[in-house]
């Protein structure tokens, strides 16, 4: 079963514009969620956290939107830039073992110039 | 090097034969994890180590994998009798240990091709 759900493969938006990649998650005890950015042949790097006693967190363009009750959480980008294009990865943690890290399939992000 | 670094980059092996991944973590970093990602699916935990601790091997789909950290610092997966479904990219992690919610800095993976 899947705890992490990216319901969407791949986006692809217009340069300037805002980038929306959401995620899906089922498991109550997940009380940390992240996002990683991946491009082809390199390993996944950090993008943004948020804890469960928040429901955004910002950093520079990028922002992390979470709604509990829908266990649902998204990433905006704006605005968006060529070089955002990758595969986005939501991951998620529970307490009690928040080193262990639930990810989902990812979304390949495609920003057009 | 400053980043975690994996060996080899790609393998190519045949069913039934053994493979070691390697993992040198980034120095001063007492966490190490190992992921793998199969094709189309999000990355998978397999197992966790920090420190002298007890690994966390929750993650190792059966007993053909293993994995052993060596003086707090590389570590090696060993998968044994390797199948067709073992093939997936093998990816590992460090962090600096000992907190809550720490940020973990992959390599860039070790694609792995049973054939």
């Known amino acids: 079963d899947q705890q992490v759900k990216q319901n969407s493969p791949s986006l692809s938006v217009q340069e300037g514009r805002i980038s929306i990649l959401n995620c899906d998650y089922t498991?109550?005890?997940?009380?940390?969620f992240l996002w990683y950015k991946k491009y082809p042949a390199e390993g996944p790097t950090f993008l943004i956290s948020i804890s469960s006693i928040k429901d955004k967190n910002e950093d520079g363009r990028f922002t992390v939107f979470l709604n509990k009750s829908a266990k649902h959480l998204s990433l905006h980008i704006v605005p968006s830039q060529p070089g955002d294009s990758a595969v986005y990865f939501c991951a998620a943690s529970a307490l009690g073992s928040n080193y262990k890290l639930t990810f989902g399939k990812g979304t390949l992000l495609t920003v057009n110039p | 090097g400053a980043g975690v670094s994996q060996s080899p980059s790609n393998k190519v092996t045949e069913k039934g034969k053994d493979v070691e991944l390697r993992c040198d973590p980034i120095?001063?970093?007492?966490?190490l994890y190992w992921y793998r990602q199969s094709l189309g699916q999000g990355l998978e935990f397999l197992i966790y180590?920090?420190?002298?601790?007890?690994?966390?091997k929750s993650g190792l789909p059966s007993d053909r994998f293993s994995a052993e950290r060596t003086g707090g610092s590389v570590s090696t997966l060993t998968i044994q009798r390797t199948q067709q479904e073992d093939s997936a990219v093998y990816l590992c992690?460090?962090?600096?240990?000992?907190?809550?919610?720490?940020?973990?800095?992959f390599g860039s993976g070790t694609q792995l091709s049973v054939l």
């Open positions: 120095s001063g970093h007492t966490a």
């Open positions: 180590f920090q420190g002298n601790s007890a690994p966390d």
């Open positions: 992690a460090s962090s600096s240990g000992g907190r809550t919610n720490e940020k973990l800095f």
């Open positions: 498991n109550s005890m997940f009380d940390y």
